[in-house]
């Protein structure tokens, strides 16, 4: 459990050094590293059930990530499997709402240049493909699932 309290940290981390408004600033000194000397480590999200990833940051600003349910923690756990789910996160009120859910245990999430996202699915009950949703319909199109006829793993 300690490596996925690290994971979720260090997302949280790099969002934090991503979108920081000291960061953004025009004039900053960027020279000493990637996380500017006054950002502040702050806990924006906990209500991942395993593994947050895929963090991406919509053309509106909003923030989307993966929450991966991995079927052996829930066994351990001896709870039901979670189907993955796809987090919206308002950076302006720091509210996470569920975007999609079941996710197709999506892991990767991208904008592609028209807006839509991209989300490439993974394994262990998901979806194991590459898909296109289109964030004005709604609608989600499978670019891609297949490798020389078998399933992506």
Excluded: C
């Amino acid at each position: 459990m300690h490596s996925v309290l690290s994971h979720r940290l260090l997302a949280i981390a790099l969002f934090l050094a991503v979108a920081s408004p000291a960061w953004s600033q025009p004039g900053k000194d960027k020279a000493d590293g990637i996380v500017p000397p006054d950002a502040k480590l702050e806990m924006i999200f906990d209500k991942g059930v395993v593994l947050t990833e895929g963090v991406a940051v919509a053309p509106d600003g909003m923030v989307y990530f993966s929450d991966i349910t991995f079927t052996h923690v829930f066994k351990e756990k001896k709870l039901p499997t979670e189907a993955g789910h796809i987090w919206k996160l308002d950076p302006k009120t720091l509210k996470a709402t569920i975007f999609r859910s079941p996710s197709g245990m999506s892991n990767g999430i991208k904008f592609d240049a028209e807006g839509n996202m991209l989300v490439a699915e993974g394994a262990d009950y998901g979806g194991r493909r590459v898909v296109k949703t289109d964030m004005k319909t709604g609608k989600s199109y499978i670019l891609a699932g297949l490798f020389e006829g078998r399933p992506f793993n």
